[in-house]
């Protein structure tokens, strides 16, 4: 079947609830948040059909409080990085926590020791220092010379994908006009490259998930809006994206 042929099956709680990413940056002796963010795993519209690797995302999470971030400080943060320092290693670089919040508690369901994809694009935007500062403290042990700074703005992403993805798609089809869009882009507007590839001076896609369009203003619905509509003006015909990013958030 599919669990293949393994002698031993680990049985998880299944814990029902929302998703929320949750970053620090840790040079070893102390961390920083760095922001949160949820984002939508499945690949169409009210969260339904086949697991992706991030069709959008939003930051700041919709979920968090003070109350609940001091408890995901205390219960998970803190005896994470001091379970670390008591085996004898130095954490130095980010952390992201795949966290599920139920009743307002937090369960940790997974760690990146780095940052993630799509919801790092949403918060780095938001990011008033110097990255690299922050980068080269952290490497010389000196982050807590460092206040990190962060824009208001809600931010929003929504992932443009290969027409077929997460399944079948094809790779190597042009996109047209990408240049032109990004140089045409305002402050709050950014555009990245996923899974795309240059040939001869022109882009083509080399993915399922295929550019990243950012967006920042005071309120999620105008960033999604913003979004869609740069989406729209790139007109590419081999893409699809969903147009309910939020809409957890947006809805409230």
């Known amino acids: 079947g599919k669990f293949g042929k393994a002698k031993q099956i680990l049985i998880e709680e299944f814990i029902e609830g929302e998703e ?131 824009s208001q703005s809600k931010s929003l992403c929504v992932v443009l994908c290969s027409n077929g993805y997460p399944e079948n798609f094809e790779n190597k089809i042009e996109i047209t006009n990408i240049q032109v869009l990004i140089n045409q882009c305002k402050n709050d507007e950014l555009i990245f490259h996923a899974g795309t590839m240059m040939i001869n001076d022109k882009i083509f896609s080399n993915g399922g998930r295929v550019l990243n369009f950012v967006c920042l203003s005071d309120n999620f619905k105008v960033s999604r809006q913003k979004a869609i509509n740069l989406i729209k003006k790139l007109d590419w015909k081999n893409g699809f994206f969903r147009k309910d990013i939020g809409h957890k958030i947006i809805k409230s």
């Open 20 to 150: 929320m990413s949750y970053f620090i940056i840790s040079d070893g002796k102390t961390f920083k948040k760095f922001q949160t963010a949820q984002d939508h795993k499945r690949v169409h519209e009210g969260d339904t059909g086949k697991n992706t690797g991030g069709m959008g995302s939003y930051s700041p999470s919709g979920l968090i409080t003070k109350e609940l971030d001091e408890k995901i400080i205390n219960k998970i943060i803190k005896p994470t990085l001091k379970a670390l320092e008591d085996i004898g290693t130095e954490y130095r670089g980010f952390l992201y926590a795949g966290l599920m919040i139920k009743n307002n508690e937090p369960y940790l369901i997974e760690y990146n020791v780095r940052m993630g994809d799509p919801e790092c694009q949403t918060i780095l935007p938001k990011l008033e220092n110097d990255f690299f500062e922050i980068i080269d403290a952290t490497i010389n042990k000196k982050l807590n010379s460092i206040t990190l700074n962060w």
